[in-house]
């Protein structure tokens, strides 16, 4: 790293703020009454609509480990985890507050890109940073956003809206986010074991897509307008962030219904077989089912709107049916054998995630 070190403590906690203020703006929005700068912000909420609020956190050593992610992606990612959760309840998001927890090892310069990844964030998804709570800490660097967006009340689909007979949808393909942490861990591994660090060249060339979609994810507001522009009736939706498994279970509980699907189905990028076979001699199933961090959508809906779905036929796939409670959830395998959908996606309590 050939940028300069300048201690926060040089130009303190207001300094900070007021720099990072400074890469924020200018921001207009006329509903915006008060901004960054005082007890709170303050804004005109829009007529007719609901507001959607969500809160997420991430957190150095659980979400993202400093070696290898750069402060500008973890600026971005940090909107992005909750700007998916707002896209997930069809809404459009508006307004942002962020509570960072920064160690001593973070320099000024280090928070300056931190807010350009927020600021290209807030460019691309049209919406502003109004607030935020600066503190230092003794342990890891901590990031907690909360994210306002709004929503017509009568679209907004929930988890609990699946119906028996709909048709369960997923966007993009699932599995690269998983895939690109492996590697990242793998490299990170190998550097602390390398005799040579300052000669040390991480091999991440063939697994780019891999890696920049666990450290740049988008969240999937093209599929989410698009779903509204062509007036799809979505029963139910999720976006996933622990697993398709565990998000696909959420939609199942909450919902009352069970679930059937199809290994064959299921949208897989070439890559991230490539990786688990070739890199780490391993099944790419589980890389699918329970990877997470895809920030792609779940969603289902009738049969009647399927054919709704037509143009967004190469970012959306039918991976499979709801069914009644009795029926279980299931995944149906290849070889046409049927085995239950275990909730295997990221717990943070449960965690047994090798590589790290
Ligand atoms: N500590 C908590 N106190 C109160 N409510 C909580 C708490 N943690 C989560 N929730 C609520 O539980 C529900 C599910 O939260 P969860 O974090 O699983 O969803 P999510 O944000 O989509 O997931 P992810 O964190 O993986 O993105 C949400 O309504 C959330 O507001
Ligand atoms: C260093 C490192 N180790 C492991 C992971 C994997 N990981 C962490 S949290 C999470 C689920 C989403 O979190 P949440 O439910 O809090 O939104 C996943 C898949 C990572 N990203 N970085
Ligand atoms: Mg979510």
New binding site residues.
């Given amino acids: 790293m050939n940028e300069s070190f300048t201690d926060i403590s040089q130009i303190g906690e207001f300094g900070l703020i007021a720099r990072l203020n400074e890469i924020l703006q200018p921001y207009r929005d006329s509903l915006i009454v008060k901004g960054i700068g005082d007890d709170a912000a303050v804004y005109i909420p829009a007529e007719g609509k609901v507001q959607v609020v969500?809160t997420?956190a991430l957190i150095e050593g659980i979400h993202f480990d400093l070696t290898y992610v750069s402060m500008r992606n973890l600026g971005w990612k940090s909107m992005v985890?909750n700007l998916s959760?707002l896209c997930a309840m069809l809404a459009t998001p508006r307004y942002a507050l962020i509570t960072v927890a920064i160690p001593r090892k973070i320099s000024v310069e280090m928070m300056e890109n931190l807010y350009l990844g927020i600021k290209s964030a807030c460019n691309e998804f049209n919406f502003a940073l109004i607030g935020g709570d600066t503190t230092t800490t003794f342990g890891n660097m901590a990031i907690s956003v909360t994210m306002i967006g709004e929503a017509d009340k009568d679209i907004i689909p929930y988890r609990s809206g699946a119906k028996i007979g709909d048709y369960i949808c997923v966007t993009g393909t699932l599995g690269l986010s998983y895939a690109g942490l492996k590697i990242l861990l793998r490299e990170k591994k190998k550097f602390l074991e390398s005799e040579d660090k300052q000669n040390f060249k991480p091999n991440f060339e063939p697994f780019l897509k891999a890696i920049e979609k666990h450290l740049k994810p988008v969240p999937r507001f093209d599929i989410a307008n698009k779903l509204k522009d062509l007036k799809v009736k979505v029963n139910s939706m999720i976006?996933i962030?622990?697993g398709l498994s565990s998000d696909l279970l959420h939609i199942c509980r909450q919902s009352n219904v069970g679930a059937e699907i199809y290994e064959t189905s299921l949208p897989v990028d070439e890559l991230v077989k490539k990786i688990a076979k070739d890199e780490f001699n391993e099944d790419y199933l589980p890389y699918v089912l329970n990877g997470g961090e895809d920030y792609e959508l779940l969603f289902t809906v009738s049969e009647s709107e399927l054919k709704k779905l037509d143009p967004l036929y190469s970012d959306v796939k039918v991976i499979g049916r709801i069914l009644d409670r009795e029926q279980g959830i299931r995944l149906i395998r290849e070889d046409k054998s049927e085995v239950d959908l275990e909730a295997g996606g990221w717990d943070h309590f449960k965690i047994k995630f090798e590589g790290r």
């Fill in positions: 969500t997420d985890v959760d976006d962030s622990d």
